[in-house]
């Protein structure tokens, strides 16, 4: 094989799809028998059935789920406050049973977990409004998190460990909002929500590392990724365009910011090679970079038209190098010799 250490590295970190077989078939290292063979192994027509099954069952879970809310939220006045809590009771002890009969290797049995999640959270918001028990919402939140943990941990089902992540974060603005914001009006909470959920996220990657299937799923990191560059650029513009008024978490969030972007960077180009997340943090750099030319240029240029020229000057040369910076990085074309006889 006729091919660099640096380059095997690489077509071995790049999961199998429809452009590298296509890629090899017009370099003539496979024929169409073997293509169509290949292709059929990665995108197997007969499975229609399976994925029509899965989706079905997990549209039928949501409109259950969605139904009982709904039933609970129409007869609220009518419902004695026992028969409140003991249907909701029943339903729970329904879906763990549902769990533990279909098994969580099942989809079936995954659903029904997830639905008694979703009903732990129903149980405590009926429970604090019947007893009229005073406690914050983050409170309840926060009680809901850390009871379904272990049911997250022990279903290992990637959209409920999604979905938990997304409960977590609410549960910590809630506690910001309701506990920090009335003491520390200036508090910023973005370096919080950005160490949090980088280290969720690179806990993500490790388990991935180590061969924990169910969290292999792309989209989760990459929707990952997304909200934590949205919130290092939230923090990093609001210091640029604020910088009069800036305090030490508002500092705190911005420097945190920058090093998430090196940090991506270096992370998914050379380590786990994604250009989805590699890409969004080019373009996350790239409207930062116009950000500073636009505060540049608008407190030093003397009249409109020099302004509003070099600005559109520094937009094309900001993006410009953005578009090169990915081209040159996007992963080596196939070798034409050596990867098959």
Known sequence: MNISEHDSITLMQQEANREIVESLYQHNFINQDAKDHVLELLYPHHQWGYWTSKILQTLGFILLITGMV??????????????????????????????????????VGQLFLTGACVLVGIFLAVFGQIYQTGADAYQLFLIWTL?????VCIGQFSPLWFAWIVLLNITVILSWEQTFLPKRGDFHIDAILIGLNTFILFLREYLCAQDREWLQ???YRILLAIAILLLALISIETMITTYSLTNKSLVASTCLGVLIHLIFLAFYRYKVIDMWVFSATIISIAIILCSIANRIIFK??????????LMSLAVMIIFATAVYVLRKSSPPPLPKEGLIS
Do not use: H
């Open 147 to 151: 009871l379904t943990l272990p049911w």
């Open 217 to 219: 799923a792309r989209a």
């Open 70 to 107: 709904y039933f609970f939220a129409f007869n609220w006045e009518r419902m004695s406050p026992a028969y409140k809590l003991i249907s909701i009771e029943a339903a729970l002890i329904c879906c763990v049973a549902g769990a533990w009969a279909f098994s969580l290797s099942r989809l």
């Open 300 to 309: 030093y240029s003397i009249s409109d038209v020099t302004q509003w020229s």
